[in-house]
């Protein structure tokens, strides 16, 4: 069985800084891209960052400058630094990677991370 588990969330003040983890388990033989997305409340989920298995990377505009995804593929693990946090990043916090693994070929996704940033 193929999982995604992240770790790292918590309640921050404006202008601080949090580390999210993400490690994925299970018989993998291969990782594309994985990402980070978030949903926050009332909210669709939207893409905060990603990266390929290369390390190229891309983020959304309105975490770039702030946020930096980096991934260790030995360890297949994908990190997401935050800085200079915002009440407006408060969301819950998903891993996303694209898997190929014995019995899973696609798209699978961690259990979430609550973020939660006071003004």
């Known amino acids: 069985q193929v999982q995604l588990v992240e770790s790292g969330g918590g309640l921050v003040q404006a202008g601080g800084s949090l580390r999210l983890s993400c490690a994925a388990s299970?018989?993998?033989?291969?990782?594309?891209?994985m990402g980070w997305y978030r949903q926050a409340p009332g909210k669709q989920r939207e893409l905060v960052a990603t990266i390929t298995s290369g390390g190229n990377t891309n983020y959304a505009d309105s975490v770039k400058g702030r946020f930096t995804i980096s991934r260790d593929n030995a360890k297949n693990t994908v990190t997401l630094q935050m800085s200079s946090l915002k009440p407006e990043d408060t969301a819950v916090y998903y891993c996303?990677?694209?898997?190929?693994?014995?019995?899973?070929?696609?798209?699978?996704w961690g259990q979430g991370t609550q973020v939660t940033v006071s003004s």
């Open positions: 996303n990677a694209d898997i190929v693994a014995a019995n899973v070929r696609g798209q699978v």
């Open positions: 299970g018989s993998i033989r291969r990782i594309n891209d």
